[in-house]
């Protein structure tokens, strides 16, 4: 089965935690990308990689890190310099030719107290 | 920068009866256009898309949408709406591999 996941569903962290999100495609996609989602906000986006070792800041970035050591996989850490941490996390992957088309994975509920 | 409005943050709709969201964009060249439905908690299901050719493009699910360059229009639409039609769905253009989402309507489904 072909797809995105991501792992945990659902995170709980304390405030000052750093806290790495999984994200992980088995569809050979070359670019990826993490999304924020708030209520009545959409979704904004975090950061995007297009190739392995490469990723770009998205609308969003600050308070985040990710890494692309690996095509399969995009990691986002949420760190302690995110000033409102507490929201759904959207990893999405897509093919580098073609439409733009992208594929989700299941989201995880990170929240922070 | 490209942007795209979806002016309906909620809609009710009855069990069978029609259902039409909208949708408006802002992109100066011929867009890749995208909706997307998202059930409570869950990622997002790309519903339908339009590149070019024929402006009525035919998803998943029964549901269809209309670009209209004049407009700037890609609104989706179903003809009878089933009860597993709740849900949030989004609009979105393309650039260079990148999204840009509208904010969502979200659909209520009355019996």
């Known amino acids: 089965d072909g797809g995105i996941t991501q792992s945990p569903k659902y995170l709980f962290r304390k405030e000052g935690q750093n806290v790495t999100l999984s994200c992980e495609q088995n569809?050979?996609?070359?670019?990826m990308y993490w999304y924020r989602q708030d209520p009545g906000q959409g979704l904004r986006l975090i950061y995007y990689?297009?190739?392995?070792?490469?990723?770009q800041k998205g609308d969003i970035a600050e308070g985040y890190s990710v890494s692309r050591e690996k095509k399969e996989s995009f990691p986002l850490t949420v760190t302690s310099a995110q000033k409102n941490p507490t929201a759904f996390y959207l990893c999405?992957?897509?093919?580098?030719?073609?439409?733009?088309?992208?594929?989700f994975g299941p989201g995880t509920r990170l929240t922070v107290t | 920068a490209q942007s795209v409005t979806q002016p309906d943050i909620h809609i009710t709709v009855s069990e069978g009866a029609s259902l039409e969201l909208r949708c408006n964009y802002s992109y100066g060249a011929t867009p890749y256009l995208f909706w997307y439905v998202q059930s409570p908690g869950q990622g997002l299901q790309l519903l339908l898309k339009?590149?070019?050719?024929?402006?009525l493009v035919q998803g998943i699910k029964g549901f269809e949408a209309e670009f209209k360059r004049s407009q700037s229009s890609f609104n989706l639409r179903k003809p009878s709406v089933h009860w597993s039609d709740a849900a949030e769905y989004f609009c979105a253009v393309a650039n260079d591999y990148k999204l840009s989402f509208g904010a969502g309507t979200t659909v209520t489904v009355r019996a």
């Open positions: 569809l050979n996609h070359d670019a």
């Open positions: 990689s297009q190739i392995v070792n490469d990723f």
């Open positions: 999405a992957s897509s093919a580098t030719s073609g439409s733009g088309e992208q594929y």
């Open positions: 339009y590149f070019s050719g024929d402006t």
